[in-house]
């Protein structure tokens, strides 16, 4: 199986575990829509697109048929859902001296680090990641390196 294409949608705010939605396209034949990120107890997890009956249990419509298959899906489906994370925080101007990383467990915990020591400067936690709320965090970054 090969995963031809890959399209992602971050959620941007923190309403809920949802964490965003995957689209893919599976040898360039086959597509699967609305592949769900959860934010679980241990971390990010994949969860196929599903339907609820009647008595209110949850059914996989499409779904890997081994471990292998799903443990395969699961690493490129969060491999690009967090270069997406990583694209929304490169809309954060900071001096070239520094970079931002998230927590992978957490990716609304942002942390500062010098690219050189790679020391931790700062730790700041995300309310969400709309557009306004990158902006101040440019100017709170921006007012905590002036004073460092």
Known sequence: MRISNVKVMVKREKISRLRGYVDILVDDCIA??????????????????????????????VHPINQNGRDSLEKEILMR?????????????????YELNFDVNNIFKISLRDKES???????????????????MEEIIADDLSRA
């Open 32 to 61: 699967v829509h609305e592949i769900r990120i959860i934010d679980g107890n241990r971390g990010l997890f994949v969860a196929m697109p599903s339907y609820e009956d009647s008595e209110g249990k949850h059914h996989d419509l």
């Open 81 to 97: 859902f967090y270069d997406e994370v990583y694209g929304l925080l490169g809309k954060i101007n900071i001096d070239s001296k």
């Open 118 to 136: 790679m020391e931790a400067i700062k730790t700041y936690e995300l309310p969400d990641y709309t557009d306004e709320t990158l902006k101040k």
